[in-house]
DNA sequence: TAAATCTATGTCATTTCTGACATAAAGTCA
DNA sequence: TGACTTTATGTCAGAAATGACATAGATTTA
């Protein structure tokens, strides 16, 4: 499955777990995109948990709120790189990084 | 701690942990590097056990020997979304995953 | 409901990553 | 030692990620 395909699904807002049962996502790809929806979500509850925005929070990253609205969609221009720097920078520890990739 | 200096201090073999001591990486710039530093590791351990070698490792990976050697030195031009992947690629668990990550 | 605030989307220039190639360096073994 | 194998390093062109901006859409508040 490629970058367009998932990008599609991702933008009419599709939960993967359920597309893999209708698209033909590989475990390993499926995997991934957990993984990075699972840290995106993680963010969008630690600004919700500090009942701050994602104006508010860019600034925090010395990033754009289009780029933390991204971020928190786990959209396909944001790498799994981007999310882990920004958890580590809002300080998450690498213990419960750990547990956010298990949900 | 810029990338540059970072770069020089990996290429010479530097371990991290040893060189936070020294010089000012933030407690987030650690962080990350151990994190990837640890999926470097935790790839490097799948090819030894499976007793393969970096070229037949990177056919699995439809990469090349030199970015195989890259991923498992934790280089610089290596993100961590390539290591994810890889990892995923090769059959592991998001559970082993993150154990990788607490290491 | 209108204004204000917040979030989502599209686009772009620049930076960074990626696979590949060449070749150097290190290790293995006859 | 010298051939052979494996790993490491440097470089490059093409691809992808990033921050930023503009603006659309949604939500909240007065």
Redesign the pocket.
Same mark, same amino acid.
């Given at each position: 499955m490629n970058?367009q395909k998932r990008k599609k699904l991702e933008?009419k807002?599709w939960k993967f777990g359920t597309v893999q049962e209708f698209l033909n996502l590989s475990p390993e790809e499926n995997n991934y995109i957990e993984v990075k929806l699972a840290l995106s979500k993680g963010l969008q509850k630690f600004?919700k948990d500090k009942k701050t925005?994602? %104006?508010q929070l860019?600034k925090m990253?010395? &990033?754009?709120?289009?780029?933390v %609205?991204?971020m928190?969609?786990g959209?396909? &221009?944001?790498?799994i790189?981007?999310l882990i720097?920004s958890l580590f920078n809002l300080g998450m520890s690498k213990k419960y990084l750990a547990q956010i990739l298990l949900k």
């Open positions: 970058t933008e807002g600004r925005t994602q %104006a860019a990253l010395a &990033s754009s709120q289009s780029r %609205a991204k928190e969609k959209d396909p &221009s944001v790498s790189d981007l720097r």
